[in-house]
């Protein structure tokens, strides 16, 4: 007995089967599955303050001016406003950031805010210096922290506007996490 076969056939016997399997294996997805001993981790992110923002002592002249602390917590002045050396050291607001290592964190600050004065008056003070930046990206593992110092400017309006006193007030900022 003998048997006949057609190898073109067979050839696309082969191809259909070859196609098939990669066919099957293209429509398979991988699903990982987690495991009591590796659950995911979950992203949470604390901020905690541990130094306030202080500008110093500092007298203003008839004429507008500002004061600036850096996140570096270098001091400056411009215009009709004069530092001085005396009272609470200048210092850039810092604050403790928890959060797992590679987590986005974007700072939002308020537009501007009035600080009021104890003899009256009113000064603006702008937050716009970041030692990280506004956006930044965490790198320490908890318990560690990450810190962030926090600078701004003060405007003034001169000396009628602003006369001698203590000037409080609070902002806030907002960590967005991405």
């Known amino acids: 007995m003998k048997i006949a076969y057609n190898r073109i056939g067979t050839k696309k016997t082969i191809n259909y089967v070859i196609f098939g399997l990669i066919f099957i294996l293209f429509s398979l997805s991988a699903k990982a599955q987690e495991t009591p001993e590796n659950p995911p981790i979950p992203i949470q992110v604390q901020v905690n303050t541990s130094q306030s923002l202080n500008f110093g002592a500092f007298t203003v002249g008839s ?74 990206i965490t790198t320490a593992i908890p318990p560690s922290i990450n810190s962030v110092y926090v600078g701004g400017t003060l405007s003034s309006g001169g000396s009628s506007a602003n006369p001698p006193g203590q000037y409080n007030g609070s902002f806030t900022l907002t960590f967005i996490q991405q």
């Open 63 to 136: 004429g507008t001016g500002s004061v600036t602390i850096n996140s570096n917590g270098s001091r400056s002045n411009t215009g009709d406003t004069y530092l001085l050396n005396m009272g609470a050291t200048p210092s850039a607001a810092l604050f403790d950031v928890t959060a797992n290592p590679g987590t986005i964190i974007q700072i939002q600050p308020e537009s501007s805010i009035n600080l009021v004065g104890s003899k009256g008056g009113s000064i603006t003070l702008n937050i716009d210096s970041y030692s990280t930046g506004q956006t930044f």
